[in-house]
């Protein structure tokens, strides 16, 4: 494996599932093509909004119905990544100011990078096999940092993906209790080129490729381990302040 190869995960187990959420994103689709590619599974899922099964995060009928797809189609359920997030749309930009706060922009936050991520978490950790290594991971961001957090703004983002931060680790724990060989990480992936990125990139900034991004945070959960359950690490696998 090099620098610029994504890892062949032998760490898991041979033949198993894996599902990517949020797959049509920038950062999903480059992780789904990166695991495929990677031949240790007996079969990759994309899921998302338009897809089939259709998984919307603010539809908790529609993620049990993908999680009893993924159910039913045979083998063990040994990596799942939530690839999905929200920071702006064409209704909502990043609050600078305690002024700019929208409850409406608020609640939209929370529903897509918190309580959505912990519905997966509801109906997709107890798919985890009991032995072996398998994984859960959620894309979260520096910014969630509490400790990090230097500069301010940001409130719905910063604030709902704090709340993330908190639903996974609390899941880590619960989880081990049962399946010990099960790991839950929240992952920063840095600054990728997407449409979620493009009007806040400054000059300067290191914004990678998503398939490098991709390449980084495979080589993360490759490396994992039980006793990584419930870290929250950067793309370099570097711990990051609660």
Known sequence: MTGDTAPELESFPQGGVAAIAGATGAIGHALLTAIEASGRFREVIGLSRNG?????????????????????????????????????????????????????????AFAINATGPALLMKHFLPLLPREGKSVFATLSARVGSITDNKAGGWYGYRASKAALNQILRSAAIETARRKPAAICLALHPGTVMSPLSAPFEKKGLDVRAPEAAARDLLTVIERANAQSNGSFLDYRGEALPW
């Open 52 to 108: 089939r099964p259709k998984l919307d995060l603010t539809d908790e009928a529609s993620i049990e119905a993908a999680a009893q797809h993924i159910a039913g189609r045979g083998g063990e359920l040994r990596l799942f990544i939530d690839a999905t997030g929200f920071l702006h749309d064409g209704n909502f930009s990043p609050e600078k100011s305690l002024k700019q706060i929208s409850p409406a922009q608020m609640a939209h």
